[in-house]
């Protein structure tokens, strides 16, 4: 498809286990961010990628999240020992070029994940 | 730091009221400012933006005016519909390469027929 591709759409797994999170962002699009949407908490920043290499991972919470790029194209979030705070929407975004020059990012539809 | 702070929500309107969703931002910078739309079942996607002072971002009949002097990005629509119940995000970017997108917590919207 032309848009954003995320997986899996919903993950429930049990405490303490590792999930990953894929993301197929817009054939060409150079920049690629992550963000958790939480409830009441909006949207928050994990890690952005320009090509394969991540200028800012600032966002990420612990050392238990982790994320990487290859090809200049697919990412997976992945996160070890899964916590109940863990549990949020992971929504990954697209962009031909990085964010603070247009603004314009393209989002998937998430990942939800919940953690019991 | 930057950060973006929405009127708390949700807001429940009937159709054809009028819109006001308040925002307003911190920034060390000079920012762009921004505001999304979720709808239900779907993405976040880009509603309008500006990027300089007094720059007037508009589309589907909501417009916002970037005010530096009250750094507030107001988003206003005369006459809403039902296709409008959404989750708007306001946002900001600084000007730089690896510059990220900081948004706010979002309102949640519903208009009654």
């Known amino acids: 498809g032309a848009g954003v591709s995320q997986s899996p759409s919903n993950k429930v797994t049990e405490k303490g286990k590792d999930v990953e999170l894929r993301c197929d962002p817009i054939?060409?699009?150079?920049?690629l961010y992550w963000y958790r949407q939480s409830l009441g908490q909006g949207l928050e920043f994990l890690i952005y990628?320009?090509?394969?290499?991540?200028?800012?991972k600032s966002g990420l919470p612990s050392d238990r999240f982790s994320a990487e790029r290859t090809g200049g194209s697919v990412s997976t979030l992945t996160i070890q020992r899964t916590q109940q705070e863990d549990s949020a929407v992971y929504l990954c975004?697209?962009?031909?070029?990085?964010?603070?020059?247009?603004?314009?990012?393209?989002f998937g539809e998430g990942s939800r994940l919940t953690v019991l | 730091g930057n950060s973006v702070t929405q009127m708390e929500g949700p807001v429940t309107l009937s159709e054809e009221a009028f819109l006001t969703i308040n925002c307003t931002y911190t920034?060390?910078?000079?920012?762009?400012l921004f505001w999304y739309v979720q709808y239900p079942g779907e993405g976040l996607q880009l509603l309008l933006k500006?990027?300089?002072?007094?720059d007037k971002g508009s589309n589907k009949g909501f417009e916002a005016t970037y005010r530096k002097e009250t750094t507030s990005f107001h988003l206003e629509k005369g006459s809403v519909q039902v296709s409008d119940s959404a989750v708007y995000f306001c946002?900001?970017?600084?000007?730089?390469?690896?510059?990220?997108?900081?948004f706010g917590k979002g309102i949640t919207l519903s208009v009654r027929p």
């Open positions: 975004a697209s962009s031909l070029v990085a964010g603070g020059l247009t603004g314009e990012l393209f």
């Open positions: 990628f320009q090509g394969n290499s991540a200028p800012d």
């Open positions: 054939s060409g699009h150079t920049a």
């Open positions: 920034a060390t910078g000079y920012p762009s």
């Open positions: 946002a900001l970017s600084l000007r730089g390469a690896n510059s990220k997108l900081t």
């Open positions: 500006a990027t300089k002072a007094d």
